[in-house]
């Protein structure tokens, strides 16, 4: 009998793609989609083909996944994303890509946004030197992010980036050791999104 591997996993073997629910456990061969490459549940093989209707949910349940957010948050996003100049779609991720807790993740400073979440509501993270409890806190170019001057907060990221030694960071942030910071040089771009998704359905369906 196959191992239950919890309602993350399954998450991710549904969508076919990794969504980093579970922080390092996804980059290592315990992954679920790694180990059963196919969606959960039974005659899988005979899944009906999805409508226009059910690859634009689709799309939009992957991108609430990700960032972890509920429905209302996400579509008070899209309101802001949709009065914005610019591409609807493109402006909803790039503002995503932007919560505080999108950035302590992508930075190291916690294994998965899950984790990030934790970090901050327990007021272990600053920005400018202030701390905040605040996970969708939108930063800013230039702005600095930062463990809280204490030894409890300093420790609980230093636990949390050894596990994420190693990962990638995007373009537009930059670590700077000793002491640890981490600085937005940027605003993000469409291309430093790495989430597979095709924002163009999300905007046609609450659009309707």
Not at 35 to 45: A, I, S
Not at 59 to 71: F, S, T
Not at 104 to 131: C, D, E, M, P, Y
Request: glycine share 6%; proline share 6%; charged share 30%.
């Amino acid at each position: 009998m196959a191992r239950y591997t919890g309602p993350k996993c399954k998450l991710c073997r549904r969508e076919g793609l990794k969504l980093f629910l579970k922080g390092i456990r996804c980059d290592t061969p315990k992954c679920a989609l790694e180990r059963r490459q196919y969606p959960p549940g039974p005659r899988t093989w005979r899944r009906q083909r999805i409508t226009a209707y059910g690859q634009q949910l689709r799309e939009k349940q992957k991108v609430k996944r990700y960032y972890g957010l509920l429905e209302r948050q996400f579509r008070n996003y899209f309101a802001r994303a949709e009065r914005a100049r610019g591409n609807t779609g493109e402006n909803l991720l790039l503002a995503l890509e932007l919560r505080l807790d999108s950035v302590v993740a992508n930075i190291g400073f916690a294994s998965s946004r899950s984790a990030a979440r934790q970090l901050i509501r327990h007021g272990h993270i600053a920005i400018n030197g202030r701390r905040t409890t605040v996970p969708a806190q939108a930063v800013e170019p230039g702005d600095e992010i930062t463990p809280v001057d204490k030894d409890t907060s300093r420790a609980a990221v230093q636990a949390e980036r050894e596990m994420t030694e190693g990962r990638a960071i995007p373009a537009w942030l930059e670590v700077r050791e000793e002491p640890l910071v981490s600085v937005v040089t940027r605003a993000p771009m469409r291309e430093d999104v790495t989430l597979p998704v095709e924002e163009q359905l999300i905007v046609e369906l609450l659009s309707k």
